[in-house]
């Protein structure tokens, strides 16, 4: 059996690179040779918690970028050398969801096809993945760890997309995360006139200034609710987007929009956790509230075509470079907001 390098999770925050065996290339699949992979704020959440409940060792990571190294011999889509990006997502296509164009609601997603094992040198690319789709080819010209940022913009893009971030909105984020960096970007693309952003850490607000951002709050030092009114003439932003884990701040997010205004729960908070929402408030001010998660496969198509456009500045995005082997470097420095985005190189 052929060995690669991985990074193992244990357990919460005992994550080991080891060498495993490497996967055996499935008969109607490939072998992709990883090249880049990036660090997900998800990727935290799961590393420093006990997400598998007990069911260790397991290999996280689904921003996986890399080149195909084998080609089983009933697979005729690829070849050898081929650069891809693969888009976690495995929608059935089938279901009413999927054929009205939100296969991100897809009822029939099928698990454990793609969207993990990225933290190792290889990983298996079964046919059904193939067949489902949602791999695109990298171009000569973008680099990997360019690429592995389609992953990252494209839950971004689809929230924008389906609320019609534009031209005359006041948004406000909270979270200066990588996650609300990219946010504050892409609704400067959209047109926005004003991107608020909300943060506890003044190093990511500053930060999150190169990005587009106009106004920073610290909502450790002054209260977001009076600041953002402050900034809006008193009445309030047209679109706030949550984009952290609290609680609180999606308690918070709707004082900060305007009469008929549209609040969007994009962060997850701690799983079982409540929010306590001042329902009156929402009911005479007119406020619609949406959740929102993942991205349809179109909209993964083309948040990855603007990653890799020279439209979008992905690379700045990118603080941390680093080998495989110093991940816990990177949830470090990722969980301490020092970085924005941390990429990691298995081959190196
Ligand atoms: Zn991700
Ligand atoms: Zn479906």
Same mark, same amino acid.
């Given at each position: 059996?052929?060995?690669?390098?991985?990074?193992?999770?244990?357990?919460?925050?005992?994550?080991?690179?080891?060498?495993?065996?490497?996967?055996? $290339?499935?008969?109607?699949?490939?072998?992709?040779?990883?090249?880049?992979?990036?660090?997900? /704020?998800?990727?935290? &959440?799961?590393?420093? +918690?006990? =997400?598998?409940?007990?069911?260790?060792?397991?290999?996280?990571?689904?921003?996986?970028?890399?080149?195909?190294? @084998?080609?089983?011999?009933?697979?005729?889509?690829?070849?050898? /050398?081929? &650069?891809?990006?693969?888009?976690? %997502?495995?929608?059935?296509?089938?279901?009413?969801?999927?054929? +009205?164009?939100?296969?991100?609601? $897809?009822? *029939?997603?099928?698990?454990?096809?793609?969207?993990?094992? %990225?933290?190792?040198?290889?990983?298996?690319?079964?046919?059904?993945?193939?067949?489902?789709?949602?791999?695109?080819?990298?171009?000569?010209?973008?680099?990997?760890?360019?690429?592995?940022?389609?992953?990252?913009?494209? =839950?971004?893009?689809? $929230?924008?997309? *389906?609320?019609?971030?534009?031209?005359?909105? !006041?948004?406000?984020?909270?979270?200066?995360?990588?996650?609300?960096?990219?946010?504050?970007?892409?609704?400067?693309? &959209?047109?926005?006139?004003?991107?608020?952003?909300?943060?506890?850490?003044?190093?990511?607000?500053?930060?999150?200034?190169?990005?587009?951002?106009?106004?920073?709050?610290? +909502?450790? *030092? @002054?209260?977001?609710?009076?600041?953002?009114?402050?900034?809006?003439? %008193?009445?309030?932003?047209?679109?706030?987007?949550?984009?952290?884990? =609290?609680?609180?701040?999606?308690?918070? +997010?709707?004082?900060?929009?305007?009469?008929?205004?549209?609040?969007?729960?994009?962060?997850?908070?701690?799983?079982?956790?409540? !929010?306590?929402?001042?329902? *009156?408030?929402?009911?005479?001010?007119?406020?619609?509230?949406? %959740?929102?998660?993942?991205?349809?496969?179109?909209?993964?198509?083309?948040?990855?075509?603007?990653?890799? =456009?020279?439209?979008?500045?992905? @690379?700045?995005?990118?603080?941390?470079?680093?080998?495989?082997?110093?991940?816990?470097?990177?949830?470090?420095?990722?969980?301490?907001?020092?970085?924005?985005?941390?990429?990691?190189?298995?081959?190196?």
């Amino acid at each position: 059996m052929e060995k690669m390098k991985a990074a193992l999770m244990y357990g919460p925050n005992d994550i080991r690179v080891e060498m495993v065996d490497k996967p055996a $290339c499935p008969k109607d699949g490939l072998i992709l040779k990883i090249m880049a992979v990036g660090l997900c /704020g998800s990727d935290i &959440r799961n590393l420093t +918690s006990d =997400s598998r409940k007990g069911n260790y060792p397991f290999i996280y990571g689904h921003e996986i970028v890399g080149v195909v190294d @084998e080609i089983g011999a009933e697979e005729t889509k690829y070849q050898v /050398g081929e &650069r891809l990006f693969l888009f976690p %997502g495995t929608y059935c296509m089938e279901c009413d969801d999927c054929i +009205s164009g939100h296969s991100e609601n $897809c009822t *029939n997603v099928e698990k454990d096809l793609a969207g993990t094992g %990225g933290f190792a040198q290889y990983v298996a690319v079964s046919a059904k993945k193939i067949q489902l789709g949602g791999i695109y080819k990298i171009p000569d010209n973008v680099s990997y760890d360019a690429a592995s940022l389609g992953e990252p913009l494209t =839950s971004v893009y689809a $929230c924008e997309e *389906n609320i019609g971030v534009g031209y005359d909105d !006041t948004l406000v984020i909270i979270g200066a995360g990588p996650i609300g960096c990219f946010m504050a970007q892409l609704a400067k693309i &959209r047109g926005a006139q004003k991107v608020i952003m909300i943060d506890i850490n003044q190093t990511r607000l500053e930060m999150s200034k190169e990005f587009g951002v106009d106004e920073i709050i610290n +909502s450790a *030092n @002054e209260d977001p609710i009076e600041a953002v009114r402050k900034l809006t003439c %008193g009445l309030g932003a047209d679109k706030v987007i949550s984009a952290n884990p =609290s609680n609180s701040a999606q308690a918070q +997010s709707i004082f900060m929009v305007k009469k008929g205004g549209l609040v969007v729960f994009f962060g997850g908070v701690p799983k079982g956790s409540m !929010t306590e929402l001042d329902t *009156n408030y929402i009911h005479y001010n007119n406020i619609w509230i949406k %959740g929102h998660f993942g991205a349809s496969y179109m909209q993964s198509k083309k948040a990855y075509a603007l990653a890799i =456009s020279d439209k979008f500045p992905t @690379e700045k995005f990118i603080t941390h470079r680093l080998p495989l082997d110093q991940i816990n470097e990177g949830i470090e420095l990722t969980r301490s907001g020092e970085a924005i985005k941390v990429v990691l190189f298995p081959q190196e």
